[in-house]
């Protein structure tokens, strides 16, 4: 398998993650007859996803910074597959204490993760879809889309928290 079927598999291994959590969102949902009370982990969840389609989209269609190595003159910055695969798996592991309480299963989770992102960094390059600095850029979105996520469910927490010890 060649380094560029094995991004797509990861890309791919990704998005099925987010849909396991729109199905438990869903069943949620549809059990607890309200959308608010859909856990806030799953309810913001979209957000940083709709912040990293628009970054693609705009670095895609709109402001073409950098275009791929191998000459298909096809845009490159930030490389979408890292993007898309760091975004997703960094937030996985924000939300991953809430339903798995075991830490050993929450440490073997978060190592194959780092290695599946890993996998896709060292991929993009070697299939001379990116350079480098398409995935640190990638990378550097990814962070910024997950740590606003991070922000509002702490913030989230936090008033739950305050609420909680009023009453």
């Known amino acids: 398998m060649q380094w560029e079927q094995i991004t797509n598999v990861i890309l791919i291994s ?3 993650t987010v849909a ?3 199905l438990l969102g869903l069943y949620q949902w549809i059990s607890r007859k309200s959308i608010k009370k859909v856990d806030a982990e799953i309810r913001w969840m979209p957000l940083p996803l709709l912040l990293m389609t628009i970054v693609y989209y705009l670095f895609d269609k709109v402001w073409i910074v ?3 190595p ?3 003159g096809e845009p490159a910055f930030p490389s979408t597959h890292v993007m898309v695969v760091t975004t997703i798996f960094f937030i ?5 204490p809430k ?6 299963i929450q440490i073997i989770l978060e190592f194959i993760m780092v290695i599946l992102i890993s996998l896709t960094c060292t991929g993009r390059i070697m299939s001379n879809m990116h350079s ?3 995935v640190l850029g990638a990378i550097v979105f990814a962070f910024i889309f997950s740590e606003i996520y991070y922000i509002i ?3 989230g927490k936090k008033n739950a928290k305050r609420l909680h010890q009023n009453h």
Do not use: H
């Open 14 to 16: 990704s998005i099925a």
């Open 20 to 22: 396991v959590f729109i």
């Open 66 to 68: 950098a275009t791929r």
């Open 70 to 72: 191998n000459g298909s």
């Open 92 to 96: 996985v592991t924000i939300v991953i």
């Open 99 to 104: 339903y798995i309480k075991s830490v050993a």
């Open 132 to 134: 480098l600095w398409d």
């Open 153 to 155: 469910i702490r913030k």
